[in-house]
Structures are given as structure tokens and as C-alpha cells.
């Protein structure tokens, strides 16, 4: 099937480039509440999925050992962008268990964002794992591992019990049957699973609503959600897009993006979540998107939404400051 | 209509996205050699069609003038990196003409090159317009205008005498309309003009066969033509694809890429140029999609059609060096 335009790219008054995409918004019972495109196809969360990832964190009793409060528990969940108080979080967090950076398998890379690679550029030779964007799902990984007696070395593997307890987790939460032929490998060396948008929707409707689960697992659901909504800088960084939408409505928006153009949210409150998928992979499609079906739940002209439309329809200026053209959203979300 | 799928992004054996996108190449006469999409639809060539905008500062005696060589012309056809060679060269050019940074309209960015940002940033508190990918066109208009008398200042507004008279020779080579209906502002705040694939294409394809132009036309053509093939270090920089491209085969391929997924080629010798539109702006897709398109015109198993298929399809790595997908072209390419 042809998935639909879903945002157009303008320059002046003609359309330049345009995205195509899916989008799913499910509730706890696992209703379709809207749907655009194929989102019954496999597509990997990639990063989008790191609340799944972090539930053994919580359920192990790891978090309670190490006395992990909002921040490191919406940091077990991020993408962030390397910044100093970032890369301090996830010392700490290791130094809790007795780790270090050493232990870190991710891998290292400077950071995607342009200010904090400057930072970085004058004040380190070279980045190491901590700066890495996942540094804090893999503390939290860690953690999870020297509190309940995992070896941790080889954490990263589809082998590893820590992986095989995630894999167990996330067929769970979204219904989805996971293993090697749906397997790839993520940025950071760990396995990611392509999963049918409306499961990983209904997953994340269920962690909001505690529908379905066992109580355990709906109260560390709730806690780590909670988490990001309460932490939003530590989910993301400054000025990033999952930062800046929970910043909106503090409380009321769970957002987290992955690579590839994968966005997930979440609104507690409504009891409904929504994952998109720009087909092309694009960043700043995936963000338009989520931007303009969260603000589909949000009161007619109220500041949120009208915030949140300002993400989803926005202009774009040159290194002169001019104006030369628009990102909008389309009819069909 | 619905552009055909191009290229494909894997992870693992699944197709994790896919982009969409326009190919055509044409032969100086006019002829159509091969296309796939939409090729009749307008096209911000963006920077791709430098040369094109460079032709007044050869065919005014601007370039003889100033003592001008194959790394001037190259430069003032590029979307340089802002390495320091870059930089150099276009405070050299300007100070042949009496200027300075200042007469520059092209605003300031930090380089997008990752190697070059970080240079950037432990030896500069900002950068300047000369950083600016666009400096070496802008030199080239800046000279342009000093040795004709016409007023430097304002030399990015449309109706500046210089931009109609690039818009003048860009009508003449593509066959396009050009005007207020079909622009945009560029990135570096000079005017952007929508064109169809096929005009941009066969406006190459007269540059480097001369076919229907007037001998001094033809001539400059290929001296610009000919600068980049020679300096390609001077069109792009450092692992950039443009210069990548021009090197596989020296004196053979001459390609540049613009903004928003767009990429030209030529291959002189066999009288023919090409451009690709990926539909969603993605450089990768672009880049992949020109290195295909010009490996079907090298012998069969030649040492540069697999270098040119090695970058149209390539594994990508993660942080730890390890195989996590591709980047394939699909057989409409």
C-alpha cells in the first residue's frame, strides 16, 4: 500500500520535498482510536521503545536498591544530547552499582546536537560512553545487572538474560511475536525488534492505563512514564523536540522519539498512546507528526494546542534570518 | 503520480525505510536517455546548479581578470565543507576583487562536516560568512559585479542586475520559464527557481557538449565544468560525495549535489548529464541514487562502476563498528 503524504516541505510557495507516513493512536483496551497508512507492518522502535526497555530496571527492585528517583529513571529512558549534566547522570548512576564507564558497552560518538558538540569539541579530546545518547538506558541496563547477579559484560547480547527479559517484556506489552527474524541491531549494540505500529501504540496505552497488566507491572509502568514527564531535560536535552513537547503540559505528555523517524507519545490522562513512522526515516517529519496528532487531544485553541501546532506547522529561516519557507503537517493527521 | 521507491534502508534483512524519488538523464540534443518519475514537475535545484549561476563571472572576463584557475572556478561552483583551504580561497578571491568578508551576503554557519565542526570550534569563536558553505559562489558574484561595475551591495536580491542575469542564462540553458511564480529564497539568500527535472538535466547536457550554445557559452561551460572535474577537493571537501564522485573517475565525471535531495551529474565524454530529486529532501538517498545512476554508463565490472555501485549500495556501521544495515538502490535505478 501507499502510505499517504503526511508533511510537506515548502520553499517560498511551492511544495520542495514531501513525507510520506503512519500513525496510530490506540487506547489500553487496544481500540483503534485513528489510524493513517500501514500500521500493521513491522517497524522498528529503535529509541521510541526505551520506557519498555527500562521496565526490569524497576521490577527488578533495582531502582529501589540504588535509590533512583525521577531523573534517573526518566535517563534510563532517553535519547539525550551529551550534555555535561547528562554525561554526570550516567557516571553516577553506574557509580551506584559499582560500574564505570568501563563497563559501558554502546559504544562512543560526539554529540548529534550543534551547541553541545561545540562544548564538547573545547573541552574534551574525544567522547567517551558516557556521552554516548544511550549511555542512560545502558546505566539503567547495568544497574539492572549487578543488582540482580547478571554478568554484565555482554549485556548488549540477544543472548544475555537482561535481553531475553526485555524481549519477554515487550512481546507482552505490545502482542507482538519477537525473535530472530524480526531482530536487528540497534545503534548501541542492542537488539531492536520490528514491531506492527499498532502494537507498539497499544504497549504504550497499556504502561498509561495499567489495562491488561499485572499490578507490578502497571505501577513501574506509571513510575518510569511519570519519570519522564517529570524530568523532561533528562529525557532528551536542551531544546530537543520529546523535551520541548512534555515541557508543554507538564504532567499530561509523554513523548519519546527514536532514529529512523519513529515517534512515540502518550496522554495518561485520556488513557490513549500513538507511535508515527515517517516512511523515509526523516527526523523532522517524524517530530511534525506527533506534534500535530497529540494536538489532536488537546482543547480547541487552548495554549497547549496551539503550542503544539507551532511544532507541527513551523517556518523555516535562512542564516540571514529570512524567512524561505514552511514545514506543515497534512489533512491527513 | 507516485514517485517510484528508490532506494531502501535496511536493518538486519528488513526494510526499515524507504525513500521515494526522480531520475533523469538527457543527452545535449534533448533527447531523453533514461528517467523514472515524475521528471516534468519543478525542482528547487538548489546548489546543484552552481555552475550554472557561476557562467557570468567567466563570460563577463570577471575569472581572466583576476587571475582566476581551476580551484577559483571549482570554488565558486561549490557547497564547500568550511575547512580551512576553503576558507583561505574565498578571503583570496574577494581580496583580488578589493573586498572583504564584509561585501558578503551568504551569512555565517558552523560547518556541518563533523571532522571540520569540531576544528571549527577549538580554533574559532564563530565562524564568518567565509565558512558559509555558499562563500565561493558568493566570491564568484562578488567578483563578478566589482569587475562588470555593478553595485556589490544587494547582490543576492532578485532584482539585482547580476540575478537576472543568471536568470537570464539559467531560461536559455534549461528551457524553463523563470520568475517570480517559480522562486524561493536559497539558503544563502539568493534566489532558488523551480525547474523540471528534464530542463535541468538538458541544461548540463549542453554545458558539457556545447550542443546549442553559442561558442563563448560553450567555452565557459566547459572551463567550469572542466575546474571542478580537476579540483574536486574545491566542490565539496574532505570524504564529501561530490568530490568522492569526481575522483573515481578524473576528468570523467563531474557531479554536484543541492539541498533537499537533489544531485547532478555529467559525464562529458559521452555527451549525457543526469539529476536525481529524492521526493523528501534525504541527502543519502540522493547521493545513493547518482552514484547508480552514473555506474550504468561505465563498462560493466570496470574498477570505477564498482566504485560507483559500492556507494550507491553500502552496509552502515554503529558506534562499536559493527554491521547494523544497508543502503541498497532498487532495481528502478
Known amino acids: 500500500m501507499h502510505n499517504p503524504v503526511t508533511v510537506e516541505v515548502l520553499r517560498g510557495n511551492l511544495v520542495e520535498s514531501r513525507h510520506r507516513g503512519m500513525a496510530v493512536v490506540m487506547d489500553g483496551a487496544g481500540d483503534v482510536v485513528f489510524s493513517a497508512g ?20 524497576v521490577e527488578s527492585g533495582a531502582a529501589d536498591a540504588y535509590g533512583f528517583g525521577d531523573r534517573e529513571l526518566a535517563f534510563a529512558c532517553a535519547s539525550h544530547s551529551g550534555e555535561d549534566a547528562h554525561v554526570q547522570l550516567a557516571a553516577s548512576m553506574l557509580a551506584k552499582a559499582g560500574k564505570d564507564v568501563e563497563t559501558l558497552e554502546c559504544g562512543a560518538h560526539w554529540s548529534s546536537d550543534q551547541k ?44 544475555h538474560p537482561l535481553q531475553a527479559e ?19 541491531v540497534d545503534g548501541c549494540s542492542i537488539p531492536t525488534y520490528a514491531i506492527p505500529l499498532k502494537g507498539l501504540a497499544h504497549g504504550f496505552a497499556k504502561m ?13 509502568s506509571r513510575r518510569l512514564i511519570d519519570a519522564c514527564m517529570a524530568q523532561p531535560f533528562y529525557v532528551a536535552g536542551t531544546g530537543r523536540t520529546c523535551t520541548k513537547l ?45 506534534a500535530a496528532l497529540l494536538a489532536r487531544y488537546f482543547e480547541k485553541d487552548s495554549s497547549e494546542q496551539q503550542a503544539l501546532l507551532s511544532m507541527a506547522n513551523r517556518s523555516m529561516k535562512n542564516w540571514n534570518g529570512i524567512h524561505v519557507g514552511d514545514i506543515r503537517v497534512t489533512t491527513r493527521l
Request: net charge negative.
Open 208 to 220: 498509561v492505563t495499567g489495562q491488561g497488566l499485572e499490578q507490578a507491572r502497571a505501577k513501574a
Open 116 to 159: 553541545t558538540i561545540i562544548h564538547q569539541a573545547r573541552t574534551l579530546e574525544k567522547p567517551s560512553a558516557l556521552h554516548n545518547n544511550c549511555s542512560g538506558k545502558h546505566s539503567g541496563f547495568i544497574c539492572t545487572c549487578a543488582h540482580t547477579g547478571m554478568e554484565t559484560k555482554g549485556y548488549v547480547d540477544y543472548d
Open 246 to 290: 512534555m515541557e508543554i503540559a507538564p504532567g499530561q505528555i509523554f513523548a519519546k522519539t527514536g532514529a529512523e523517524g519513529v515517534f512515540v507519545a502518550a496522554l495518561p490522562q485520556q488513557g490513549i498512546a500513538m507511535v508515527v513512522k515517517c516512511e523515509d526515516g526523516t527526523t523532522r517529519a517524524a517530530e511534525a507528526m506527533i
Open 166 to 184: 526485555i524481549r519477554s517484556t515487550m512481546e507482552s506489552l505490545t502482542g507482538a511475536a519477537i525473535g530472530h527474524d524480526n531482530c536487528g
Open 38 to 57: 500501514d500500521v500493521d507492518g513491522g517497524v522498528f522502535p529503535r529509541s521510541a521503545c526505551k520506557a519498555m526497555q527500562a521496565l526490569p530496571l
